[in-house]
Structure formats: structure tokens, C-alpha cells
């Protein structure tokens, strides 16, 4: 009796055990299963034209800076020369000294007068650009304060979307190469831009819907970073639909989740 009642609990332990093992493999063998599209995405940014202006308590220790400067520095060799042709003509009215008319032809407060005529004609360019004002955002001329970064639209699934420029990764490529070749396929030739390196900055993946799945799960992307080049001309295709987006912009723009990965690279 006891040998069958402890050949009962042995079998009992062992199917036990078995479904314990099988119900932990199924997780793992579906997970094995699941095949992931790789893309390769590219941030590119325009980086800021202008210094940002300063803010009032910057703009005050700026003016207390200068003051300093301008108490502890030595003099220039134009105020040199000023205080000596100065000290010339004195003597010279004095009968002291006699100067050749060549010798003060031009003197310092003459090149002085010429500089503040010429300060006077000057004009800055504006800040705020046409660009700005009819919230063009195609436009480079535009937030010269800002970084901006480009999104174009792109289908997904049977919707279109706004994104980082990304396409799906070929055999024999390289990521970097990947982007590359996207940037071109999205943007044409008269976007120039430098990429930083070989490695991703950032990573963002997503799941197909079931209805429209053809053999992968979803796709990862892993995205690159570049920038601008300053003799870089913008898109030039009036087909392709672009943005040039502030951060702030972005986070309005983006989807919550997407923006919440892109956020992350960005500076």
C-alpha cells in the first residue's frame, strides 16, 4: 500500500513539473517566434543661426561685465594715438614743434568720425524673418534662436504620419549606410548633411496592426543623428511634404509615445 501511494505522488510531481516546464516555454517559443522589421531613422538638425537673446538678469550681468572690462583694461593703440596727436597739436599751436602737413593729414578723430558714420548707416538684420511672420514651416528662415529639426510625412499602414525620416533596412547594408540612403530616398540631393557617427542615438518600436501584418510583428528603428551643413540648400522638391520644427513644436506635432522616445537624443 505505501509503495503505491508514493509511486502515486512520484507520477503526480512529474506531471506537475512537466506542465510547469511547458507553460514556461510557451511565453519564450512565442516570443522566439516573433520577427521585427529593422528601420533606420535620421535626425536631422538645424542648428541655430543667432545667439538667443538675453534674458534681463543676463543682459545685466553682460552690462556689469563690460563695465569691468572697460575700468581694468589697458589702452588701445587708437587711444594712444589719439592722446599723442593731441598733445602734438597743443605744441604745435604753442609754436614748439613744426610738423610736416602729411604728419596730420589723416589723424585719429578723423578715422573716429569715419567709423561712427559708418556704425550709423549700419543695420542689423532682423530676428524675427518673413519666414516667422507667415509661420512658414518649410522654411530654414525661420526660429534663428532655435534648433529645428526635420519630420516628413510618411505612410503608415493606411494612415500618413509626420516623422523622422526612416527606411526599412536592406541586406548587405550597413544601419549607417541604411540612413543614409533613406535621407537621400526621402529628401533628394540638396539636402547635405554630416552624420556624427556609425552608432544609433535613439531607438523607438512599434507593432503593425494585426490586420495589416505580412510576416513581421512590428518595427524597431534605430535612429541616427546629423545635422545641417551651412552651404546646405532646403528640400527642393515642392512634392515632398516637410517640417521644420521647434522642440516645442515637436511635442504638438509627434505622437505621445514616439515623441516621448525622440525626446530623448534630443538637445
Known amino acids: 500500500m505505501r509503495i503505491f501511494v508514493n509511486r502515486s505522488i512520484l507520477n503526480a510531481t512529474r506531471l506537475i513539473s512537466a506542465r510547469t516546464v511547458a507553460t514556461q516555454a510557451t511565453p519564450a517559443a512565442t516570443q522566439a517566434e516573433q520577427k ?45 594715438r589719439k592722446e599723442t596727436e593731441k598733445q602734438q597739436l597743443e605744441l604745435l599751436k604753442a609754436g614748439k614743434i613744426d610738423l610736416d602737413s602729411e604728419a596730420l593729414k589723416q589723424t585719429a578723430q578723423d ?13 542689423a538684420a532682423p530676428r524675427v524673418t518673413e519666414a516667422d511672420q507667415k509661420n512658414d514651416i518649410q522654411s530654414l528662415d525661420r ?3 532655435e534648433t529645428l529639426v526635420l519630420l516628413v510625412e510618411q505612410k503608415l499602414g493606411t494612415k500618413s504620419h509626420y516623422l523622422l525620416p526612416q527606411g526599412l533596412h536592406r541586406k548587405g547594408e550597413s544601419m549607417r549606410q541604411t540612413a543614409e540612403r ?55 522638391n515642392n512634392n515632398i511634404k516637410h517640417q521644420w520644427l521647434s522642440q516645442e513644436e515637436m511635442k504638438n506635432q509627434l505622437h505621445q ?5 525622440v525626446s530623448q537624443f534630443l538637445l
Request: net charge neutral; aromatic share 14%.
Open 257 to 261: 509615445s514616439y515623441y516621448q522616445s
Open 111 to 123: 578715422l573716429e568720425d569715419a567709423y561712427n558714420e559708418e556704425y550709423a548707416r549700419f543695420k
Open 36 to 80: 521585427w522589421d529593422l528601420y533606420a531613422g535620421v535626425l536631422v538638425e538645424r542648428l541655430p543661426i543667432v545667439t538667443k537673446t538675453l534674458e534681463p538678469l543676463e543682459a545685466k550681468f553682460k552690462q556689469m561685465l563690460d563695465q569691468i572690462e572697460l575700468e581694468k583694461s589697458l589702452k588701445s593703440n587708437h587711444e594712444l
Open 182 to 236: 533613406t535621407l537621400k530616398e526621402h529628401c533628394g540631393d540638396h539636402l547635405q548633411v554630416t552624420f556624427y557617427g556609425n552608432a544609433p542615438v535613439g531607438f523607438y518600436k512599434y507593432k503593425y496592426p494585426v490586420d495589416a501584418r505580412t510576416g513581421a510583428t512590428g518595427a524597431k528603428v534605430f535612429f541616427f543623428r546629423s545635422v545641417l551643413k551651412e552651404s546646405s540648400a532646403n528640400i527642393a
Open 143 to 145: 526660429k534663428l534662436e
